[in-house]
């Protein structure tokens, strides 16, 4: 598997920025996974829309699904100009009525709601899900084929009960969202720097890829406390472009 970065800044993204996105890349399909601000003009510089095999999308906050909203007319334009003829398929949580206001275009898109009893099989990919601890339904992400496992642990409060995930995990991709100044008393949303160091230290990834950065830190200077905090795997800093293979 091969994971490319293509946003990382949240709540909203800074000037040359995106919010969280990532694409997933395994057996020559493309899955996009989260669509925050910018990641759509950013993801068509790394391949061909009409490309795209599915998306996934955590949860319905806007600041990791805006961009799915104008990605609907990109694969509208698709179906007029007879470049795509299958509906891309997506997957969200969220109850029907809510999942119908958000997908105008039902024609061009196939629209799943994935829950914790979700199993997807696409291709030799396995697919399975975790609520985490947020404001709103949330899912973590377990990809996982014969050889390696790949988490995407999306939005997380410090109360996600990520046992179910606890098997080996080739890369991990965490939220860090504080700063450990800007911590709350019980952060039951997000995760800061020793929150981060302390799951990692509990699920033991061989590598970590960190997210969901606001946009005034220095990555610098999250990747140091992380690391005084004792963080267990290799360490990745997020930037455009950057390649994980798992």
Same mark, same amino acid.
Not at 198 to 209: A, M
């Given at each position: 598997?091969?994971?490319?970065?293509?946003?990382?800044? !949240?709540?909203?993204?800074?000037?040359?920025?995106?919010?969280?996105?990532?694409?997933?890349?395994?057996?020559?399909? &493309?899955?996009?996974?989260?669509?925050?601000?910018?990641?759509? @003009? *950013? %993801?068509?510089?790394?391949?061909?829309?009409?490309?795209?095999?599915?998306?996934?999308? !955590?949860?319905?906050?806007?600041?990791?699904? !805006?961009?799915?909203?104008? +990605?609907?007319?990109?694969?509208?334009?698709?179906?007029?100009?007879? *470049? *795509?003829?299958?509906?891309?398929?997506?997957?969200?949580?969220?109850?029907?009525?809510?999942?119908?206001?958000?997908?105008?275009?039902?024609?061009?898109?196939?629209?799943?709601?994935?829950?914790?009893?979700? +199993?997807?099989?696409?291709?030799?990919?396995?697919?399975?899900? +975790?609520?985490?601890?947020?404001?709103?339904?949330?899912?973590?992400?377990?990809?996982?084929?014969?050889?390696?496992?790949?988490?995407?642990?999306?939005? @997380?409060?410090?109360?996600?009960?990520?046992?179910?995930?606890?098997?080996?995990?080739? %890369?991990?991709? %965490?939220?860090?969202?504080?700063?450990?100044?800007? *911590?709350?008393?019980?952060?039951?949303?997000? +995760?800061?720097? !020793?929150?981060?160091?302390?799951?990692?230290?509990?699920?033991?990834?061989?590598?970590?890829?960190?997210?969901?950065? &606001?946009?005034?830190?220095?990555?610098?200077?999250?990747?140091?406390?992380?690391?005084?905090?004792?963080?267990?795997?290799?360490?990745?800093?997020?930037?455009?472009?950057?390649?994980?293979?798992?």
């Amino acid at each position: 598997m091969k994971v490319t970065v293509i946003g990382y800044q !949240s709540p909203y993204p800074g000037p040359d920025h995106a919010g969280p996105g990532f694409l997933l890349e395994h057996e020559k399909k &493309y899955y996009l996974i989260d669509v925050g601000s910018g990641v759509l @003009s *950013r %993801l068509q510089k790394m391949i061909d829309l009409n490309k795209l095999d599915a998306v996934f999308i !955590s949860h319905l906050h806007h600041d990791h699904m !805006s961009d799915f909203l104008v +990605l609907q007319y990109a694969i509208q334009m698709q179906f007029i100009m007879e *470049r *795509r003829t299958k509906p891309l398929p997506v997957y969200f949580p969220g109850i029907p009525n809510q999942i119908a206001d958000l997908i105008p275009f039902q024609h061009f898109i196939d629209p799943h709601i994935i829950d914790e009893q979700t +199993l997807l099989y696409l291709n030799d990919l396995e697919i399975s899900f +975790l609520r985490t601890e947020h404001a709103v339904p949330c899912f973590a992400m377990k990809f996982k084929t014969r050889e390696k496992t790949f988490v995407y642990g999306a939005d @997380s409060g410090t109360g996600t009960k990520w046992s179910p995930f606890a098997d080996q995990t080739d %890369l991990l991709i %965490l939220e860090c969202t504080y700063m450990q100044k800007d *911590r709350p008393a019980r952060p039951s949303a997000h +995760l800061a720097t !020793s929150d981060v160091a302390e799951i990692s230290q509990w699920l033991k990834p061989k590598q970590l890829l960190l997210t969901h950065f &606001y946009p005034k830190y220095d990555p610098k200077e999250i990747e140091k406390e992380v690391v005084d905090y004792g963080v267990l795997g290799t360490l990745h800093l997020p930037e455009f472009g950057k390649v994980v293979f798992v």
